[in-house]
């Protein structure tokens, strides 16, 4: 049982509001590393220098979207193995298969909460302790 305060996490979004309330939660659910990015390009960058276990990443995004953020770690030797959970505001049965089929990992649809979003983690990381 991986223990939430040994996962690095990486929240990307455009948003800070939405920043700051992923990080409240995870923070609320025992993650201490968490680094925030404010776009596609922020999150390439911070993989670059930060060791990241999991990606929680907004759909919507100005300069690179969730979707080609993902497609572009899972092409990355390095990354494309990563647990990637895309958030979104729409339950688009289409844009989830878009997802699934550029290799994510599981969705969340906002707002969430503590309880969706440990179950979401837990189904890529496995139960935390």
Same mark, same amino acid.
């Given at each position: 049982?991986?223990?939430?305060?040994?996962i690095?996490?990486?929240?990307?979004?455009?948003q800070?509001?939405?920043?700051?309330?992923?990080?409240?939660?995870l923070?609320?659910?025992?993650?201490?590393?968490?680094?925030?990015?404010?776009?596609g390009?922020?999150a390439?960058?911070?993989l670059?220098?930060?060791?990241?276990?999991?990606i929680?990443?907004d759909?919507?995004?100005?300069?690179?979207?969730?979707?080609?953020?993902?497609k572009?770690?899972?092409?990355?030797?390095r990354?494309?193995?990563?647990?990637? &959970?895309m958030?979104?505001?729409?339950?688009?049965k289409e844009q989830? /298969?878009?997802?699934? @089929?550029? #290799? %994510?990992?599981?969705? &969340?649809?906002?707002?969430?909460?503590?309880g969706?979003?440990?179950? /979401?983690?837990e189904? @890529?990381? #496995? %139960?935390l302790?």
């Amino acid at each position: 049982m991986p223990k939430a305060s040994d996962i690095s996490v990486l929240v990307v979004d455009d948003q800070q509001s939405m920043r700051g309330i992923c990080k409240f939660i995870l923070n609320q659910l025992g993650f201490k590393e968490i680094t925030e990015a404010k776009s596609g390009r922020d999150a390439l960058g911070k993989l670059e220098k930060t060791k990241i276990d999991l990606i929680i990443s907004d759909w919507n995004m100005d300069d690179i979207d969730g979707l080609t953020l993902l497609k572009v770690i899972r092409k990355h030797p390095r990354t494309k193995g990563m647990p990637f &959970i895309m958030a979104t505001g729409r339950s688009d049965k289409e844009q989830v /298969k878009e997802a699934i @089929v550029a #290799g %994510v990992n599981n969705y &969340i649809i906002k707002p969430f909460d503590a309880g969706s979003m440990k179950k /979401k983690i837990e189904a @890529v990381v #496995g %139960v935390l302790a």
